[in-house]
Nanobody
Framework: QVQLVESGGGLVQPGGSLRLSCAASGIIFSAYVMGWYRQAPGKQRELVAT???????NYADSVKGRLTISRDNARRTVYLQINSLKPEDTAIYYCNSKLWLGGGKWNENWGQGTQVTVSS
């Protein structure tokens, strides 16, 4: 059974920092592309950052320079460091794992999400 369990969310003042964690089980973690998405109230879920099995990362333009995604394959965990938090970062942050199976198919899994609220 695949599980992605996020943690580290909470209420933070503008300008603060958070580190989100996502612990994975039930998958060959090192083979997967891991990602973080977020969904703000009334908006669609959007991609924040991804990191592939080789450690190469990509970021949404809106968060470049403030967020860092990293992974620890030994701990089967992916992290998202968020600095200089802004009220517009308020959202539920979801962990995602994705593996290309070939033939146009992916194995994809989601966590339950962790709430990040940026407010004074």
């Amino acid at each position: 059974q695949v599980q992605l369990v996020e943690s580290g969310g909470g209420l933070v003042q503008p300008g603060g920092s958070l580190r989100l964690s996502c612990a994975a089980s039930g998958i060959i973690f090192s083979a997967y592309v891991m990602g973080w998405y977020r969904q703000a109230p009334g908006k669609q879920r959007e991609l924040v950052a991804t990191i592939d099995s080789g450690g190469s990362s990509n970021y949404a333009d809106s968060v470049k320079g403030r967020l860092t995604i990293s992974r620890d394959n030994a701990r089967r965990t992916v992290y998202l460091q968020i600095n200089s938090l802004k009220p517009e970062d308020t959202a539920i942050y979801y962990c995602n794992s994705k593996l290309w199976l070939g033939g146009g198919k992916w194995n994809e899994n989601w966590g339950q999400g962790t709430q990040v609220t940026v407010s004074s």
